[in-house]
C-alpha cells in the first residue's frame, strides 16, 4: 500500500463561491463551488485515486478500506453567503429517524473577509434568562420554537466574528451557522445529517423555500450545560514546527505548521489535506510532491515522512 491522492467532491450548493477553484485549484466544471470533500467514503460520495496502482479507482475499492463504517468526512468550506441556521442530532437523537446519524464536527478558518462572524450556540441573554426563570426541558423549548415560528431566531443565538486559525469545535446539540466571507476546513463524523432551523428566507433552484425540519432540530437542540464531548486544543513547538491538536471521542485532528520533515506510521489511516505551500509525503517506494488543495488518504500502517514548508490539516480516527 502507499498514500493515496484523492479527487476533490464538489458541492455546488447556492451559497458557495468561486475561492476553492481559484485559490485552491480543486476542478469542477459547476459554480459556485461551496464545498469540496477531501475525503469521503459515502454511498454517493466516494473519492477517486489519482495516483499509482489504484488510478481512477474508488477509495471505497481500494483494500484494507472499510467503506461501511468509514468514520470522518473532511471538507473544505467557501461561504460566499451565510449558511442555514442548524443543528445536527447526537447518537439518542438520530436513532429516532430511520436513515440519520449523529454529527460532531470541528471548523477550522483558514480565511475570511474582515467582520466574518458565525453562529455558535445561543447568547448569554437568552440563557440566562432562562435559567433565572428556572425553564428546563419543554418549556425550555418552547421558548426556542416561539422564537423560530416568529422568524426571529437570530435575535436568541451567539454570534461571534472570526478570524484567521480560529478553531471552534461544534457538539451534536449545538445551534450553529457558518456566516458569509468565511473559508474554513472541516473535519466531521461521517454523516450528511443535518436539520435546519432557519435559512432566511432563502429560495432554492426550484423558486421555492429550502426545506426546514424544525420537529427534528427542536427535538436535537441542547444547551451549552448538557451532553459536552471531551475536547482539547493543544499546541506543541516541535523541531519541525508547530502543531496545534484537536481532541474528542470521535476524531483528532491536527494543524501543522510544517517547516522541515516528521515521520508518522499510524495503527489506522489518516488523512492530509494541504492548506497552503507544498511539500512531499515519501515513503518506501515512492515520494508524492502535494501542493495547496491536495488530499492524501494514508493506509494504516504505511511509514510516511512529509516534509515542507506547508500548512497542514491532519486528521483521524478516535482511539
Same mark, same amino acid.
Given at each position: 500500500?502507499?498514500?493515496?491522492?484523492?479527487?476533490?467532491?464538489?458541492?455546488?450548493?447556492?451559497?458557495?463561491?468561486?475561492?476553492?477553484?481559484?485559490?485552491?485549484?480543486?476542478?469542477?466544471?459547476?459554480?459556485?463551488?461551496?464545498?469540496?470533500?477531501?475525503?469521503?467514503?459515502?454511498?454517493?460520495?466516494?473519492?477517486?485515486?489519482?495516483?499509482?496502482?489504484?488510478?481512477?479507482?474508488?477509495?471505497?475499492?481500494?483494500?484494507?478500506?472499510?467503506?461501511?463504517?468509514?468514520?470522518?468526512?473532511?471538507?473544505?468550506?467557501?461561504?460566499?453567503?451565510?449558511?442555514?441556521?442548524?443543528?445536527?442530532?447526537?447518537?439518542?437523537?438520530?436513532?429516532?429517524?430511520?436513515?440519520?446519524?449523529?454529527?460532531?464536527?470541528?471548523?477550522?478558518?483558514?480565511?475570511?473577509?474582515?467582520?466574518?462572524?458565525?453562529?455558535?450556540?445561543?447568547?448569554?441573554?437568552?440563557?440566562?434568562?432562562?435559567?433565572?426563570?428556572?425553564?428546563?426541558?419543554?418549556?425550555?423549548?418552547?421558548?426556542?420554537?416561539?422564537?423560530?415560528?416568529? *422568524?426571529? $431566531? &437570530?435575535?436568541?443565538?451567539?454570534?461571534?466574528? #472570526?478570524?484567521?486559525? /480560529?478553531?471552534?469545535? +461544534?457538539?451534536? @446539540?449545538?445551534?450553529?451557522?457558518?456566516?458569509?466571507?468565511?473559508?474554513?476546513?472541516?473535519?466531521?463524523?461521517?454523516?450528511?445529517?443535518?436539520?435546519?432551523?432557519?435559512?432566511?428566507?432563502?429560495?432554492?433552484?426550484?423558486?421555492?423555500?429550502?426545506?426546514?425540519?424544525?420537529?427534528?432540530?427542536?427535538?436535537?437542540?441542547?444547551?451549552?450545560?448538557?451532553?459536552?464531548?471531551?475536547?482539547?486544543?493543544?499546541?506543541?513547538?516541535?523541531?519541525?514546527?508547530?502543531?496545534?491538536?484537536?481532541?474528542?471521542?470521535?476524531?483528532?485532528?491536527?494543524?501543522?505548521?510544517?517547516?522541515?520533515?516528521?515521520?508518522?506510521?499510524?495503527?489506522?489511516?489518516?488523512?492530509?489535506?494541504?492548506?497552503?505551500?507544498? *511539500?512531499? $509525503? &515519501?515513503?518506501?517506494?515512492?515520494?508524492?510532491? #502535494?501542493?495547496?488543495? /491536495?488530499?492524501?488518504? +494514508?493506509?494504516? @500502517?504505511?511509514?510516511?515522512?512529509?516534509?515542507?514548508?506547508?500548512?497542514?490539516?491532519?486528521?483521524?480516527?478516535?482511539?
Amino acid at each position: 500500500m502507499y498514500p493515496l491522492l484523492l479527487k476533490p467532491i464538489i458541492k455546488n450548493y447556492i451559497w458557495g463561491g468561486e475561492r476553492l477553484i481559484k485559490d485552491f485549484g480543486v476542478e469542477s466544471d459547476a459554480t459556485p463551488a461551496a464545498e469540496a470533500w477531501m475525503l469521503t467514503c459515502r454511498e454517493d460520495d466516494v473519492n477517486t485515486v489519482l495516483n499509482g496502482e489504484y488510478k481512477g479507482r474508488l477509495l471505497s475499492d481500494v483494500p484494507g478500506v472499510d467503506a461501511e463504517n468509514f468514520p470522518l468526512l473532511v471538507k473544505l468550506i467557501d461561504a460566499e453567503s451565510d449558511l442555514s441556521v442548524q443543528v445536527h442530532p447526537d447518537a439518542a437523537c438520530a436513532a429516532k429517524y430511520p436513515g440519520d446519524s449523529e454529527k460532531t464536527e470541528m471548523w477550522y478558518i483558514v480565511d475570511c473577509a474582515e467582520g466574518a462572524s458565525l453562529i455558535h450556540g445561543f447568547n448569554e441573554e437568552f440563557e440566562s434568562g432562562r435559567i433565572e426563570k428556572n425553564l428546563i426541558g419543554k418549556e425550555y423549548f418552547s421558548e426556542i420554537e416561539q422564537k423560530i415560528k416568529e *422568524g426571529k $431566531i &437570530t435575535e436568541i443565538l451567539r454570534r461571534t466574528e #472570526v478570524r484567521p486559525k /480560529d478553531l471552534y469545535f +461544534v457538539e451534536p @446539540g449545538t445551534v450553529h451557522a457558518i456566516g458569509r466571507g468565511i473559508l474554513l476546513a472541516e473535519v466531521q463524523q461521517n454523516s450528511d445529517t443535518t436539520y435546519r432551523l432557519y435559512d432566511y428566507g432563502r429560495l432554492g433552484r426550484d423558486g421555492r423555500p429550502r426545506e426546514l425540519h424544525i420537529e427534528k432540530a427542536i427535538d436535537a437542540v441542547t444547551t451549552a450545560k448538557k451532553g459536552l464531548h471531551p475536547f482539547s486544543d493543544v499546541t506543541e513547538q516541535l523541531p519541525y514546527g508547530s502543531v496545534r491538536r484537536v481532541s474528542c471521542d470521535k476524531f483528532v485532528a491536527e494543524i501543522v505548521e510544517l517547516d522541515g520533515d516528521f515521520s508518522d506510521l499510524s495503527e489506522k489511516f489518516f488523512s492530509v489535506v494541504v492548506l497552503s505551500g507544498d *511539500g512531499a $509525503i &515519501t515513503w518506501d517506494g515512492g515520494t508524492l510532491a #502535494v501542493k495547496k488543495g /491536495d488530499s492524501v488518504y +494514508v493506509p494504516a @500502517g504505511v511509514a510516511v515522512t512529509v516534509r515542507g514548508k506547508c500548512s497542514l490539516l491532519i486528521s483521524r480516527p478516535a482511539g
